[in-house]
């Protein structure tokens, strides 16, 4: 395969959102091979399985955009020691109706960045165990618990020199990662 394409989902709403910054910068730290479009879930209904039959158009559009790509990349903020409810509602909508689950297969890398010293821990652990029960292959190390502090972006948005060498091993293994399994 020559090109990867990856579906991007940014756990967070907020408008300058760490965890945006941390999927714009990284995405620049990935080989040309590959190409990264952030997935919208912001515009998503709450999930209700009574909708699963007739699903709005977000949904559908959420869905497409997860299974036409070669691989996932999930960089979440942690609320309350776990992820998002924005996160969760998108992982549920796109994995509905039963058996018709977009993620399946697709291999993940997760990270996150936040101001507690554990660096979303805690929800990486949790969206693992969602991720599990869907048959996506995450990548398990390196784990990147990032803490937010100053210097984490220079004053493009990339990521600065001191956290650029970790982040940049965190990419070349992630890059591997979707190629083994996507192959």
Same mark, same amino acid.
């Given at each position: 395969?020559?090109?990867?394409?990856?579906?991007?989902?940014?756990?967070?709403?907020?408008?300058?959102?760490?965890?945006?910054?941390?999927?714009?910068?990284?995405?620049?730290?990935?080989?040309?091979?590959?190409?990264?479009?952030?997935?919208?879930?912001?515009?998503?209904?709450?999930?209700?399985?009574?909708?699963?039959?007739?699903?709005?158009?977000?949904?559908?559009?959420?869905?497409?955009?997860?299974?036409?790509?070669?691989?996932?990349?999930?960089?979440?903020?942690?609320?309350?020691?776990?992820? $998002?409810?924005?996160?969760?509602? =998108?992982? /549920?909508?796109?994995?509905?109706?039963? !058996?018709?689950?977009?993620? +399946?297969? %697709?291999?993940?890398?997760?990270?996150?960045?936040?101001?507690?010293?554990?660096?979303?821990?805690?929800?990486?652990?949790?969206?693992?165990?969602?991720?599990?029960?869907?048959?996506?292959?995450?990548?398990?190390? $390196?784990?990147?618990?990032?803490? =937010?502090? /100053?210097?984490?972006?220079?004053?493009? !948005?990339?990521?600065?020199? +001191?956290? %650029?060498?970790?982040?940049?091993?965190?990419?070349?293994?992630?890059?591997?990662?979707?190629?083994?399994?996507?192959?």
């Amino acid at each position: 395969m020559s090109q990867y394409q990856i579906a991007v989902v940014v756990g967070s709403l907020r408008r300058d959102s760490f965890n945006r910054k941390l999927a714009n910068a990284i995405v620049k730290l990935a080989p040309p091979e590959f190409s990264f479009k952030e997935a919208q879930i912001g515009d998503l209904p709450l999930y209700n399985q009574d909708d699963d039959a007739s699903q709005a158009d977000s949904v559908k559009r959420l869905k497409r955009e997860i299974k036409t790509a070669h691989g996932l990349l999930f960089v979440t903020a942690e609320y309350n020691r776990s992820i $998002p409810g924005v996160l969760k509602n =998108a992982i /549920d909508h796109a994995s509905r109706p039963y !058996g018709d689950s977009a993620w +399946a297969g %697709k291999p993940a890398g997760v990270l996150g960045v936040s101001v507690g010293a554990a660096g979303t821990s805690m929800a990486q652990q949790h969206l693992r165990n969602v991720l599990a029960y869907l048959d996506v292959p995450t990548l398990g190390q $390196p784990e990147a618990f990032i803490h =937010a502090k /100053d210097g984490l972006f220079d004053e493009a !948005g990339s990521i600065g020199q +001191a956290s %650029k060498q970790f982040l940049q091993t965190w990419m070349d293994r992630y890059a591997a990662w979707v190629k083994q399994h996507a192959a």
